[in-house]
């Protein structure tokens, strides 16, 4: 059973930092690269980074320099450091592994919540 657990979000104020943090079961972990994904309310879900094979990361523009994406392959844990935080940021984040078709992935958790106060 594929499980996923988000934590680490809250309420920030804007330029404050959070890192959050992504268990996941080893059958999606390890054979998978990872991504954290969020949603904004009233939008649609949107990568936000991803880890792939050899530590090579991608970064949605809104979030490089800003954002950093690690792996922690022996707790099977994903993690985002998000500094400089915006208001623009504000949403639910989670994590799944990495594909171009995301929005056709059927397991989700259940997210963590960031708001960004002005």
């Known amino acids: 059973q594929v499980q996923l657990v988000e934590s680490g979000g809250g309420l920030v104020q804007a330029g404050g930092s959070l890192r959050l943090s992504c268990a ?9 690269d ?21 530590g090579i990361t991608n970064y949605a523009g809104s979030v490089k320099g ?14 985002l450091q998000m500094n ?23 397991y989700w958790g259940k997210g963590t919540l960031v708001t960004v106060s002005s």
């Open 24 to 32: 996941a079961t080893a059958s999606i972990f390890r054979i998978n």
């Open 66 to 79: 800003r954002f950093t994406i690690s792996r922690d392959n022996a707790k099977n844990t994903v993690y």
């Open 84 to 106: 400089s935080l915006k208001p623009e940021d504000t949403a639910v984040y989670y994590c799944n592994k990495w594909a171009p078709n995301y929005y056709a992935i059927n």
């Open 34 to 54: 990872m991504g954290w994904y969020r949603q904004a309310p009233g939008k649609q879900r949107e990568l936000v980074a991803a880890i792939f094979s050899g």
